[in-house]
């Protein structure tokens, strides 16, 4: 994942973005001063930008996202923060206890909520977002109340685990607060089931897609 | 910073390591799974791996850096992984402060020491580095305690504004035991003096070495 496959990943998301998706590179982008300005202007800005939403990791604060937000501010873009990532061993560092009681990952939960207050749109939502695995049910619900106008970003919903129940308590303040994303147990169903490629990721992603509505209760 | 920003830095990391340089890339990765993969042999791996080091950041937790770690075990290269960074920011989450007393950022430099046990070379040094800004100069001591065996990357010194003498206690173990890098102010010495870039550069480089070794005592 050198230039080779940078490019690679431009062409798809330009690929994607002619065909208007909305496009939101996975690229957990974290760095600092003229880097994290070039990352973001790569991802966010100029005539092609690659994406329409990038994401970020928040390890080096907020200084270090402030070019991905002013990105948002001058161009629409988004971004989500991660806070608490789908992987086991995502608990080695955000869920470390704090002196106040709380998990890590809640303190960068406030702390996304706050970096995104200058963001918020007509219809109330931030261009900030978050991440939060889907494969930590409970963190969901948390996430969703710490962060009342981030929509959230949720993995882990198909390969990794999680089920549509799990992400149901994220969509608690509207439809519009959440997406989730599967890949694999999406563009990958075909394997199994012997289908055109095609054929199979659209109806397992149309599943997909209505045993959420349903468990979400919209 | 996208696939031409990354094909420009392939060139330049090859040209430095092909004049017999080490090149540590300041890429701050961490992703999981098959991405974590993909970063790892890109930067650690293959026929012509970009670079002799990656900077990582630890955010996600040990198993999306194991890629990395079995890069090194397999190939000789390193790690470096951010624990207290240079930048302003840093602190919002790498200070807050945890139910034992101490910082986040300590807890990290505990985990670095811990998944650096398993890559502890002839000299005593493991492949697993840490990246501690020598803007926070006491910060620089208390890592090189909590990380008796590994390298310290330690940026911040020149156009950030911390001295030679800000970096010393890092070298209490051996002059092996940290690394100082400092780039606009030896690449822009030149601006200044008006003199050819490469007599300017080759002379600042050479005046902060010989200032760190004699502030380290060495």
Known sequence: LGADGMRAFEHASEYARAAGLLVIADAKRGDIGSTARAYAAA????????????TVNPYLGRDSLEPFFGA????GGGVFCLVKTSNEGGGDVQDVRLSDGGLLWQHVARLVAEWGEDLIGEHGLSSVGAVVGATHSRAVGEARKLLPRSILLLPGVGAQGASPGDVARAFTSGPASALVAASRSVIYGFRSSGEDWRTGAARDAARLKSEIWAASGW
């Not at 991802?43 to 990038?54: F, H, N, R, S, T």
């Not at 948002?72 to 161009?75: G, P």
């Open 72 to 75: 948002c501010r001058r161009h």
């Open 43 to 54: 991802y966010l800005e100029g005539e092609k930008p690659v994406a329409d939403a990038v």
